[in-house]
């Protein structure tokens, strides 16, 4: 197998404005960088396992959820909390509840977590900013067990919440069902917690009630002792939630990450190879797009995840040779994906198995970059990217078996 760029699979190597794909044939090594772009700081999940900063137009390598690291790439978001650590600040208003500064060790690795705790009183026990926009998405907030149950909520039309055990790690009652509720573990008994309402979110709250199922901001009477430990709180529009954006007295934005144009046309065979990723979806709104092209989308070789699905999309300059969709699959997972691309002989492997074939005959030509996008510019691939490659050859079905497989 001819493999002219790699990029990942564990071997990352970044600077300010590029991450490096590179091509050792023979011993050879030659050196096919991407171009990086970020009009801000950043944060990501270290080898530690610890949230970092990151500077401007430096890619982020993320360990959360595996070992070997993956790229990860975000569209611009702003966090509309204007405080998102200082818990103790006037910002944050306090019902019942009493806010303990540097409790703990946070997600950061610093001892700048603050403990929740309610008092003796009865009536709902929570903080609640002061003012914010309404028409927001999506509400995070890290925290980690100290006697009580977690519930995210807002004061939107139905009482939108849901409720966390951040002690067995579990999702439970929440108030809408059309809410994307998401869980996520860190390190050292921490937890991502998020939740995101289709509605105006209006006054986002964090609570403290008793138990999984516990109803829209329960009124009890607390025990003036039990409460959760709570870190980096984040309010977004989006659907989704994204890295954490730190904020200390105002709103801050993350810019949107871009990564484009490695390559050449004397490691990208256009007429043809294989186009290989390890990728996993951060949204399913969309497409999401990775390419061979010219730098344009008039010839391409694309994989994507439009909406739920996979998707393929082939061009030449006379027009579509290949579009096609395959939908059993989850994307928010790691799926491996090959496009072979050949004139008469085009196929699509996914996890392991040849899900399409297309023996249309049509010739591609002057494939000379790789692109995380549509291959023009466009539509940027939001998600993450274990291993990317391209083969100058169109590989065997047992080939692209063994490379697909999980």
């Given amino acids: 197998m001819a493999n ?20 050792d044939e023979n011993e050879n090594f030659k050196p096919l960088p991407f171009d990086f772009s970020r009009a801000s700081k ?19 390598i993320d360990y959360l959820d595996n070992s070997k690291g993956a790229l990860l790439l975000e569209p611009t978001r702003t966090n509309l909390f204007t405080y998102s650590e200082d818990f103790s600040d006037s910002y ?8 303990t500064s540097n409790y703990g060790i946070s997600p950061d690795g610093q001892n700048n977590a603050y403990k929740l705790v309610e008092n003796t009183n009865t009536g709902e026990h929570n903080i609640k900013p002061t003012s914010v926009s309404s028409n927001i998405y999506t509400m995070s907030v890290f925290a980690k067990y100290d006697g009580r149950i977690l519930q995210i909520a807002s004061t939107s039309t139905g009482g939108h919440y849901a409720n966390f055990d951040l002690l067995n790690g579990v999702i439970g009652d929440s108030g809408v069902a059309t809410e994307n509720i998401t869980m996520t573990k860190v390190s050292n008994g921490w937890y991502r917690c998020s939740m995101t309402t289709t509605s105006n979110m ?12 516990s109803a829209y901001q329960e009124s009890y009477q607390g025990d003036g002792s039990s409460g959760v430990y709570i870190w980096g709180a984040q309010l977004e ?10 904020t200390n007295g105002s709103t801050a934005t993350r810019v949107a990450d871009e990564c484009d144009n490695a390559g050449n046309e004397q490691v990208i065979n256009s007429t043809e190879g294989v186009l290989y990723a390890e990728i996993s979806a951060s949204t399913n709104v969309g497409g999401r797009w990775i390419s061979l092209s010219k730098g344009t989308t008039t010839e391409r070789v694309s994989i994507a995840f439009q909406g739920s699905d996979v998707r393929l999309y082939i061009n030449s300059a006379s027009g579509v040779i290949w579009d096609s969709t395959y939908s059993n699959v989850n994307i928010f997972n790691y799926n491996k994906i090959g496009l072979k691309y ?13 899900v399409d074939t297309s023996s249309n005959l049509n010739s591609l030509s002057n494939l000379n970059s790789l692109h995380f996008n549509s291959g023009g510019g466009s539509s940027d691939f939001y998600g993450k990217c274990k291993d990317l490659r391209v083969y100058d050859v169109a590989l065997t079905d047992q080939e692209l078996e063994d490379l697909t497989t999980i």
């Fill in 237 to 246: 529009e989006g659907s989704y939630s994204t890295s954490l954006i730190k």
């Fill in 202 to 213: 209006n006054t986002a709250i964090i609570n403290t009630v008793q138990s999984t199922t």
């Fill in 4 to 23: 002219t760029i790699k990029f990942g699979n564990g071997n990352w190597a970044i600077k300010e404005n590029s991450t490096l794909a590179y091509n």
């Fill in 342 to 354: 050949k004139d008469g002989d085009f196929a699509l492997w996914v996890n392991g198995v040849e």
């Fill in 92 to 99: 944050w208003s306090k019902s019942n509840v009493t806010i």
């Fill in 42 to 60: 950043a944060t990501v999940v270290n080898k530690e396992g610890l949230i970092e900063t990151v500077g401007n137009d430096m890619p982020r």
